[in-house]
C-alpha cells in the first residue's frame, strides 16, 4: 500500500467524515508529519509549519502542485477538521499572522507512529478512547 493510501485508512479509522479523507487531507497530515513515501511511521514528527510549507513539502516530496493560492482551501477542508479532531494544534497567533502555525499534537503523534505495528489497535482504542469521531 502506497504512504497515501495508508493516510487514508489512518483517517478514517480514526474517524474522520470521507471528505477528510481526500488527497489533500492526507498529504496535508504527511507534511505534518514530515513523511515522504519511503519514510516510515515512526519517523513521524510534529514541527511547527504554516500552510506554504505544507504546499512546498507536498510539490516536493510528491510531485504534486497545489497553487499558492489555495491556502484557504487547506485550512478549510483539512486545518480546520484536524484540529477539532485533536490532530494538530496551532500556536495561538492570529491566522493572518506570517507566524501561524501548525503542528501534531503529542497524543495524536505516539498514535500515528504505532500505523502497521502490533500495537496499533490499542492505541488507536485509547485515542478513541479520549477523542469522538467526527463522522
Do not use: V
Not at 508529519?33 to 514541527?47: C, D, F, P
Request: aromatic residues 10%; proline residues 1%.
Amino acid at each position: 500500500m502506497s504512504k497515501i493510501e495508508e493516510t487514508k485508512d489512518i483517517l478514517k479509522q480514526i474517524g474522520m467524515p470521507d471528505t477528510q479523507q481526500s488527497d489533500l487531507c492526507a498529504y496535508s497530515l504527511l507534511s505534518l508529519l514530515g513523511l515522504a513515501e519511503n519514510n516510515k511511521w515512526h519517523e513521524s514528527k510534529n514541527e511547527w509549519i504554516r500552510i506554504h510549507d505544507i504546499i512546498r513539502f507536498i510539490h516536493d516530496k510528491y510531485g504534486i502542485e497545489y497553487a499558492e493560492n489555495s491556502r484557504e482551501t487547506f485550512r478549510k477542508q483539512a486545518m480546520h477538521h484536524f484540529r477539532i479532531a485533536a490532530l494538530i494544534e496551532d500556536n495561538l497567533k492570529a491566522t493572518n499572522s506570517p507566524n501561524y502555525r501548525y503542528r501534531i499534537t503529542i497524543e495524536a503523534l505516539n498514535l500515528i507512529k504505532k500505523y502497521g505495528t502490533k500495537d496499533w489497535n490499542k492505541e488507536l482504542a485509547k485515542y478513541l478512547k479520549n477523542h469522538e469521531k467526527l463522522i
